[in-house]
């Protein structure tokens, strides 16, 4: 079947690309949403730090109360996994399923035979209640002969294979991010390949407009993957950023054309303001290759944070899991 060439509609500038993505990160003006509907909108919200989730929220919405997020990990209607570039998010239990069933076919440690192996063995020894690191590592030394660097990784893969999810009590507000872990009910299974056409449906119409090589780094899936997945989406919208680059976009999605009814905000101060206010908030492709050292980015979606206002500067914290 021949294929028609797909037409870029114009053009986005870096400002239309910064309020884009202010915008759709609910940046712009607050809005009155459960913390679970900010977490989903979002695909998630990064929680290597207890604190960060609760920032967020706070930001976005109108009538943010911690205790209605606390009372969603309570019962684990929101919970603490290790999902996107392996690092930790709190993300819906509906979007567990989703995103564990997009990643599947990634190859991801926890796809290792090894953990194959080993995730039904750590899984019942969680039968009982939380464990902690220490237990699941005594566990493997005495067990399976397990020691040192392999025993880590080994336990760090196989309980993401397991579902053994980090306990609520980590992701409150004044929790301690350490470790205990409990086990998940297994998720509702899905078909990997629309899993990830909606997972990224959904990134788009939160962090979009992006080019292929954004989704690819904000995902860390393979370009196969994603090429099945965005097929699956088409017709999607295309435009060209200031350096000629393809973006792609949901239908229906508002492309960082200037609204006359909202306020004005600089290019760079809402860049600035989107990477601050967390990794989440930075759309990949409204950072410039050619922009002040201190903005460019680390990783697709999560930027140096430090910049030349003082008041800003920030020094990341190394990353948990």
């Known amino acids: 079947m021949c294929r028609v060439r797909a037409v870029s509609e114009g053009v986005l500038t870096l400002r239309e690309l910064n309020r884009s993505t202010l915008a759709r990160q609910l940046l712009l003006e607050r809005k009155r949403l459960s913390p679970a509907a900010v977490i989903e909108r979002l695909v998630g919200m990064q929680a290597q730090w207890p604190s960060a989730p609760y920032v967020g929220i706070w930001t976005r919405t109108t009538s943010f109360r911690r205790?209605?997020?606390?009372?969603?990990?309570?019962?684990?209607?929101?919970?603490?996994?290790?999902?996107?570039?392996?690092?930790?998010?709190?993300?819906?239990?509906?979007?567990?399923?989703?995103?564990?069933?997009?990643?599947?076919?990634?190859?991801?440690?926890?796809?290792?035979?090894?953990?194959?192996?080993?995730?039904?063995?750590?899984?019942?020894?969680?039968?009982?209640?939380?464990?902690?690191?220490?237990?699941?590592?005594?566990?493997?030394?005495?067990?399976?002969?397990?020691?040192?660097?392999?025993?880590?990784?080994?336990?760090?893969?196989?309980?993401?294979?397991?579902?053994?999810?980090?306990?609520?009590?980590?992701?409150?507000?004044?929790?301690?991010?350490?470790?205990?872990?409990?086990?998940?009910?297994?998720?509702?299974?899905?078909?990997?390949?629309?899993?990830?056409?909606?997972?990224?449906?959904?990134?788009?119409?939160?962090?979009?407009?992006?080019?292929?090589?954004?989704?690819?780094?904000?995902?860390?899936?393979?370009?196969?993957?994603?090429?099945?997945?965005?097929?699956?989406?088409?017709?999607?919208?295309?435009?060209?950023?200031?350096?000629?680059?393809?973006l792609l976009d949901v239908q229906r999605a508002a492309a960082g054309r200037r609204n006359p009814r909202t306020r004005s905000v600089p290019a760079e101060v809402g860049q600035r303001a989107a990477c601050v206010r967390g990794s989440d908030a930075c759309a990949p492709g409204a950072i410039q290759k050619d922009s002040h050292p201190h903005e460019r980015r680390r990783r697709a979606d999560v930027p140096h944070r430090r910049v030349r206002r003082r008041h800003l500067a920030r020094r990341e914290r190394p990353r948990r899991t």
Do not use: C
Request: avoid cysteine; charge should be positive.
């Open 67 to 246: 205790e209605a997020l606390e009372r969603k990990l309570a019962s684990a209607d929101v919970v603490k996994a290790t999902v996107m570039r392996q690092t930790l998010h709190l993300v819906t239990r509906r979007d567990y399923a989703l995103l564990r069933a997009a990643l599947s076919e990634t190859n991801f440690p926890w796809q290792t035979s090894e953990a194959k192996r080993l995730a039904p063995l750590v899984r019942a020894l969680a039968a009982a209640g939380p464990v902690t690191t220490s237990e699941a590592l005594a566990h493997l030394e005495h067990e399976h002969g397990l020691t040192g660097i392999r025993a880590r990784r080994a336990w760090r893969a196989t309980r993401v294979r397991a579902h053994l999810l980090h306990h609520h009590e980590t992701a409150l507000l004044h929790g301690s991010p350490g470790g205990r872990f409990v086990a998940l009910e297994e998720p509702e299974a899905h078909d990997p390949t629309e899993a990830r056409a909606e997972i990224l449906r959904r990134y788009l119409a939160a962090f979009g407009p992006a080019s292929r090589r954004d989704i690819g780094a904000w995902s860390m899936m393979h370009v196969p993957e994603l090429a099945r997945a965005l097929e699956r989406l088409e017709p999607l919208r295309r435009f060209r950023d200031e350096h000629g680059r393809e």
